[in-house]
């Protein structure tokens, strides 16, 4: 019954929000303009499902550059509410399940989202390869869960290489952040209406320049070490 209460409000809240961003968007053709409705999305969502955002090493991060964040992911709550914590245009490399919703692919299309094929390597690299050119005409920073899907237990899967290999491509640095919070969240049970508090850890970036594409997994490996060293 949860379920349902939480899918049945952020389909019409990310709904509401995102057809606001897309037409304004079509209107002044600039795709930064999503960076408005993206925060208040997130913070709508924040206060239907009374939930509290901390926010831990913002500090780490340069306000005017523009990064990969490669964080862990246990809900569909992290990515709204990481839209909020970062503070900046940030759009997410979504599965490709999401282009048979007409509406929402219109949307994410518009905002400057990417799809990717998981189970198609080739059309994978394809699409990292439009967004790249892409975020050259217009720069942003970039939302990446390297598990791959959501964990459904909490446990922190071993990342794939796709935020390595963007920040590879792109120069952009890889923001290792860790959600906490967001699983417990998740399992709550209708009645219980408490407070619930998601943080997002923030370390320091690591400088993709640093690496080659085959030290792509070297570079993984270091992401996820951070991330599971903020566990700790």
């Known amino acids: 019954m949860r379920t349902i209460w939480v899918y049945s409000n952020i389909a019409l809240w990310t709904l509401i929000f995102g057809l606001g961003s897309y037409f304004t968007i079509l209107l002044t053709g600039k795709k930064k303009y999503f960076r408005f409705f993206a925060n208040i999305w997130g913070k709508t969502l924040s206060l239907i499902f009374n939930i509290k955002l901390e926010v831990d090493g913002y500090e780490n ?3 005017k550059d523009n990064y990969i964040f490669a964080a862990n992911h246990c809900s569909f709550i992290d990515i709204p509410l990481l839209c909020v914590a970062c503070k900046r245009y940030l759009v997410f490399v979504a599965k490709s399940e999401l282009k048979k919703i007409p509406i929402f692919k219109s949307i994410l299309d518009r905002a400057g989202f990417i799809f990717v094929d998981r189970k198609n390597s ?19 920073s970039v939302g990446i869960f390297p598990e791959g899907t959501r964990s459904r237990s ?21 923001v290792p952040v860790l959600i906490s919070g967001s699983h417990e969240w998740s399992r709550k049970s209708l009645f219980n209406l408490s407070k619930s508090t998601i943080k997002f850890q923030f370390s320091k970036p690591i400088d ?3 690496y080659t594409y085959d030290e792509r997994q070297f570079f993984t490996d270091s992401i996820q070490s951070k991330v ?4 700790r």
């Open 61 to 63: 991060l340069n306000k």
């Open 122 to 140: 080739n059309n994978a690299i394809n699409s990292m390869n439009i967004l790249v050119d892409d975020i050259s005409k217009e720069p942003r």
């Open 154 to 174: 909490g446990i922190l899967k071993k990342f794939k290489k796709g935020a390595a290999v963007m920040g590879i491509n792109t120069g952009m640095p890889v």
């Open 208 to 210: 993709s320049k640093k």
């Open 228 to 231: 599971e060293g903020m566990r």
